[in-house]
């Protein structure tokens, strides 16, 4: 009886430490949160009363986009791009650009710098491998959107044909 009382005190002493475990990782996330928010808070602090955990979402986007490039997932990649990207460039040409010029797949895009423009503005700044760019996330129609910076807006402008013989010339295509 005796051993049956400690084992069950062993396992529910686990489940306690466990649970502090827990415990402390959502608390040090949490503030690391918002000590990395603080950080890249640039704008006026009008913008940073309006700006809350919206931000945050903003930066999740660009999470979202980048793992979808990195794992090949261009239709849904170009879904999340704001009305001016959607405008440069078409879904079903973005995936033909990226079929016949494909980018280096399962290497991770690392978001170097997230910083707040405005309230409705996020400009980040990346790199996969030894390859650096940006972007913004902008907010529009209730949503945050991604947008290519605005040379790779002008290029895809100029249609999927130019961009993939661009590219194969500059040795970009795997």
């Avoid at 405008?87 to 170097?112: H, K, M, W």
């Avoid at 996020?122 to 940006?134: A, C, F, K």
């Avoid at 129609?141 to 961009?163: D, I, M, S």
């Amino acid at each position: 009886m005796r051993a049956a009382l400690l084992g069950l005190r062993g396992r529910a002493l686990g489940w306690w430490v466990l649970l502090a475990a827990v415990v402390v990782v959502v608390a040090v996330n949490a503030a690391l949160a918002n000590w990395s928010r603080g950080s890249t808070s640039h704008g006026s602090a009008s913008a940073s009363a309006v700006s809350g955990p919206s931000m945050v979402r903003a930066r999740s986007v660009a999470t979202q986009e980048f793992g979808l490039l990195s794992g090949g997932g261009w239709g849904q990649a170009w879904g999340l791009w704001s009305a001016a990207g959607k405008a440069a460039l078409s879904e079903a040409d973005f995936v033909q650009l990226n079929t016949e010029c494909r980018p280096a797949l399962g290497e991770p895009y690392i978001v170097d710098l997230a910083t707040d423009l405005d309230a409705t503005t996020v400009r980040i700044e990346w790199h996969q491998g030894s390859t650096t760019g940006s972007g913004t996330v902008v907010y529009e129609g209730g949503a945050w959107k991604f947008q290519p910076n605005a040379q790779t807006l002008a290029a895809y402008r100029g249609g999927v044909v130019t961009v993939v013989a661009e590219r194969k010339a500059a040795g970009e295509c795997h």
